[in-house]
């Protein structure tokens, strides 16, 4: 959201709550179409790759471990870019 806004020239501001970042044990997930911005920007896959890794697969996961909701994102979902998915502490 803040590339495509500073792209077209909006003046935002971006608010963390956390006063630093580090591990907190939950990721960033990257869907197709953030992917494709930042690959119009000039990011490679391997620029993606050293954050993340391409999703092949998201579940929603029950407490006896059986998937609750399973879908195939990004590439697999017949899209043109992949969706990745990254630890926040990287």
Same mark, same amino acid.
């Given at each position: 959201?803040? #590339?495509? #806004?500073?792209? +077209? ?5 971006? $608010?963390? !709550?956390?006063?630093? $970042? *580090?591990? #907190?044990?939950?990721? +960033?997930?990257? !869907?197709?179409?953030?992917? =494709? ?27 006896? =471990? !059986?998937? +609750?909701?399973?879908? #195939?994102?990004? $590439?697999?979902?017949? @899209?043109?870019?992949? !969706? @990745?998915?990254?630890? *926040?502490?990287?």
């Amino acid at each position: 959201m803040a #590339l495509t #806004l500073h792209q +077209i020239g909006v003046l935002f501001l971006v $608010i963390e !709550q956390a006063s630093e $970042i *580090r591990p #907190l044990g939950v990721g +960033i997930n990257l !869907q197709p179409y953030p992917t =494709r911005k930042l690959m119009k920007l000039g990011f490679t896959r391997n620029n993606l790759d050293s954050v993340g890794l391409p999703a092949l697969k998201t579940a929603v996961v029950g407490l006896n =471990r !059986q998937d +609750i909701n399973a879908t #195939l994102p990004g $590439i697999t979902a017949s @899209y043109r870019w992949l !969706q @990745y998915a990254a630890y *926040r502490d990287r």
